[in-house]
């Protein structure tokens, strides 16, 4: 059928792929983050920093398991908890705060060579990215229902009564 959602918001599909591209921008962003620390781009931050490759391999099976654990114990992908996009928005702010929070006390305990800069600017651009797939997201949905508004009715019967409901929907 032409117009017709081959992926709809409330299904299983688009729930994993709702958590894949969550964990890939996340990661997009702790790269993002370490090359614009790294490069210098932001003046505040400009002091020694880690290497970004050392920083690569430590960080990101920990923040793939935070992530996901924390996304899915906040109900960010279930459609009944964020069928509203500020229900949404909220949900996925909270995620990832408490996401951002766990990883802070984690690297406390365990690898305190990772500056504060580097982790600001992540948790930054991890928000932005994650707020911004979710709008594009139900932007796209509305824009692919607007053709198709129309409501189907089926009517049973084939005798002038039937008809005339036809013709008058």
């Known amino acids: 059928v032409p117009g017709a959602l081959l992926l709809r918001r409330t299904s ?6 709702s958590i894949l591209t969550d964990l890939a921008l996340t990661l997009c962003a702790l790269v993002l ?21 050392h920083l690569r391999w430590g960080l990101y099976p920990l923040i793939i398991a935070i992530w996901s654990t924390i996304f899915v114990f906040a109900s ?17 702010l909270g995620a990832t705060s408490a996401a951002l929070f766990l990883l802070a006390g984690i690297l406390y305990l365990t690898y305190r060579l990772l500056s504060r800069g580097l982790f600001l600017v992540f948790a930054f651009l991890d928000l932005i990215f994650l707020v911004a797939w979710r709008l594009a997201s139900r932007w796209a949905f509305r824009r692919s229902r607007q053709g198709s508004q129309a409501n189907r009715v089926l009517i049973v019967g084939g005798g002038e009564m039937a008809q005339a409901v036809g013709v008058a929907l």
């Open 12 to 17: 299983v599909n688009y729930a994993v792929l």
């Open 33 to 53: 983050a370490s090359h614009i620390r790294s490069a210098g781009w932001l003046p505040v931050f400009r002091t020694e920093t880690v290497n970004p490759e």
């Open 76 to 92: 960010v992908y279930d459609p009944r908890r964020t069928f509203r996009a500020v229900d949404e928005i909220q949900r996925v």
